[in-house]
């Protein structure tokens, strides 16, 4: 006798109780696409420093949406989906390059830096024969085109014209932040690298905007006193809960005592490279560790003296790409560089203190494998999306959830 098909329950409570059918549902993703990432948000493209050059180009992605962003001859910066309106084959096949044009490979339809339809392979036929019909207008046929800004050296784009300016999006809080970090200078890519992370993308949305797991989960950090709750920061959030920053402070006393007893001190724990943690207060302002996000996949780091975007999309119910980019500043010095260059081994895939971020999700997909109608509990610091002066908080899971589900209507 078949089993019964599994009713998905509802998600009828509060953004306290995030229910686990959430992350598995794949009819949740397709409304996610449709909703979300086509929908009134700014999804990040590229860096504007990817593409200096007239010519230049990346693929991307919006959610699962293929998309291209080129210099146009102008200057200006388009986007277009990376599907060539014939048949739907793509039209850019490797993560950028240089062109004059773009053809598609399949059927030689040629397009321009815009996405616009420049001309039809055999499109008058051979010999007088076949070809297109007479009142076929290339200009009513191409891929979708995208609204596009920048902030900071940074690259966004959205398909809604509903979407409110970059600046309002954000808020003024985290802009300022942004500001400090990418504001005022060009950015320089100095390492980049893809992991594949064993979970829902939402999952990870989580992560970044849980602002009190670092100093538990890594335990690098805590070891060795670069993100404690007890050293000074706190949390930013946006109006709506979009968007968010965590701060950590270098500490203003050496002594700390808040965490003795707990698992991720250890006093055994030596570095034969000290230098590792020799940092500089670049921007004058103590931070040690800062995360930005901008919904709904963009995050900006500082850790130290190396910054980073991470860009994470998802790839099916359970999987996620998460995109690292190591940045500098194009004047830094060769000391500032070679600093930078050597903190880059805090983060990414192996990263000292971010190493445990890679396998995190895997085991919640893990253990809530059979609890599809149980809920995750969202209480730390209150019930509401506000600014605290607090990292014991999940005030910015609760803004992302609040914002998600304004925008897919679950």
């Given at each position: 006798?078949?089993?019964?098909?599994?009713?998905?329950?509802?998600?009828?409570?509060?953004?306290?109780?995030?229910?686990?059918?959430i992350?598995?549902?794949?009819?949740?993703?397709?409304?996610?696409?449709?909703?979300?990432?086509?929908?009134?948000?700014?999804?990040?493209?590229?860096?504007?420093?990817?593409?200096p050059?007239?010519?230049?180009?990346?693929?991307?992605?919006?959610?699962?949406?293929?998309?291209?962003?080129?210099?146009?001859?102008?200057?200006?910066?388009?986007?277009?989906?990376?599907?060539?309106?014939?048949?739907?084959?793509?039209?850019?096949?490797?993560?950028?390059?240089?062109?004059?044009?773009?053809?598609?490979?399949?059927?030689?339809?040629?397009?321009?830096?815009?996405?616009?339809?420049?001309?039809?392979?055999?499109?008058?036929?051979?010999?007088?024969?076949?070809?297109?019909p007479?009142?076929?207008?290339?200009?009513?046929h191409?891929?979708?085109?995208?609204?596009?800004?920048?902030?900071?050296?940074?690259?966004?784009?959205?398909?809604?014209?509903?979407?409110?300016?970059?600046?309002?999006?954000?808020?003024?809080?985290?802009?300022?932040?942004?500001?400090?970090?990418?504001?005022?200078?060009?950015?320089?890519?100095?390492?980049?690298?893809?992991?594949?992370?064993?979970?829902?993308?939402?999952?990870?949305a989580?992560?970044?905007?849980?602002?009190?797991?670092?100093?538990?989960?890594?335990?690098?950090?805590?070891?060795?006193?670069?993100?404690?709750?007890?050293?000074?920061?706190?949390?930013e959030?946006?109006?709506?809960?979009?968007?968010?920053?965590?701060?950590?402070?270098?500490?203003?006393?050496?002594?700390?005592?808040?965490?003795?007893g707990?698992?991720?001190?250890?006093?055994?724990?030596?570095?034969?490279?000290?230098?590792?943690l020799?940092?500089?207060?670049?921007?004058?302002?103590?931070?040690?560790?800062?995360?930005?996000?901008?919904?709904?996949?963009f995050?900006?780091?500082?850790?130290?003296?190396?910054?980073?975007?991470r860009?994470?999309?998802?790839?099916?119910?359970?999987?996620?790409?998460?995109?690292?980019?190591?940045?500098?500043?194009?004047?830094?010095?060769?000391?500032?560089?070679?600093?930078?260059?050597?903190?880059?081994?805090?983060?990414?895939?192996?990263?000292?203190?971010?190493?445990?971020?890679?396998?995190?999700?895997?085991?919640?997909?893990?253990g809530?494998?059979?609890?599809?109608?149980?809920?995750?509990?969202?209480?730390?610091?209150?019930?509401?999306?506000?600014?605290?002066?607090t990292?014991?908080?999940?005030?910015?899971?609760?803004?992302?959830?609040?914002?998600?589900?304004?925008?897919?209507?679950?």
């Amino acid at each position: 006798m078949p089993h019964d098909t599994p009713v998905l329950p509802s998600w009828t409570s509060e953004t306290t109780r995030v229910p686990f059918w959430i992350y598995k549902d794949a009819a949740a993703l397709e409304t996610e696409q449709k909703r979300l990432f086509e929908g009134p948000v700014w999804n990040y493209l590229c860096l504007e420093c990817e593409i200096p050059e007239t010519g230049d180009w990346r693929a991307t992605y919006l959610g699962e949406m293929p998309v291209v962003v080129a210099r146009d001859h102008d200057g200006t910066i388009a986007a277009f989906e990376n599907r060539c309106a014939h048949r739907g084959a793509l039209i850019c096949l490797d993560d950028g390059g240089n062109a004059k044009e773009f053809h598609c490979i399949y059927h030689a339809w040629r397009y321009n830096l815009r996405g616009d339809l420049q001309s039809i392979a055999f499109q008058r036929g051979v010999n007088g024969k076949g070809g297109m019909p007479p009142d076929f207008k290339m200009s009513g046929h191409g891929p979708r085109k995208l609204r596009v800004t920048t902030l900071f050296g940074i690259v966004f784009g959205t398909l809604s014209f509903d979407t409110p300016d970059i600046e309002t999006f954000i808020g003024p809080d985290v802009l300022r932040r942004l500001g400090v970090a990418a504001g005022g200078k060009k950015l320089e890519i100095i390492g980049r690298c893809t992991e594949v992370l064993p979970n829902n993308w939402k999952m990870y949305a989580e992560n970044v905007r849980d602002t009190y797991h670092a100093s538990l989960l890594h335990l690098f950090f805590a070891t060795f006193k670069l993100n404690r709750l007890s050293q000074g920061g706190g949390t930013e959030i946006n109006e709506d809960g979009s968007c968010h920053v965590s701060t950590t402070l270098a500490p203003e006393q050496e002594e700390d005592r808040a965490y003795d007893g707990l698992r991720s001190v250890d006093d055994d724990f030596r570095l034969n490279d000290p230098s590792l943690l020799d940092a500089v207060d670049e921007h004058g302002d103590r931070v040690r560790q800062q995360i930005m996000s901008v919904f709904p996949t963009f995050v900006m780091q500082r850790t130290q003296n190396v910054m980073a975007v991470r860009h994470f999309l998802p790839r099916g119910p359970d999987k996620t790409d998460l995109h690292w980019i190591f940045l500098g500043y194009a004047d830094d010095t060769p000391d500032l560089r070679t600093r930078r260059l050597r903190q880059i081994n805090l983060s990414g895939p192996a990263g000292y203190v971010s190493l445990e971020d890679g396998c995190i999700g895997g085991f919640v997909e893990r253990g809530a494998a059979a609890a599809r109608d149980k809920t995750s509990i969202v209480e730390m610091g209150g019930l509401g999306i506000e600014s605290q002066d607090t990292r014991a908080t999940e005030a910015a899971i609760r803004g992302f959830w609040r914002v998600w589900r304004g925008l897919t209507g679950i």
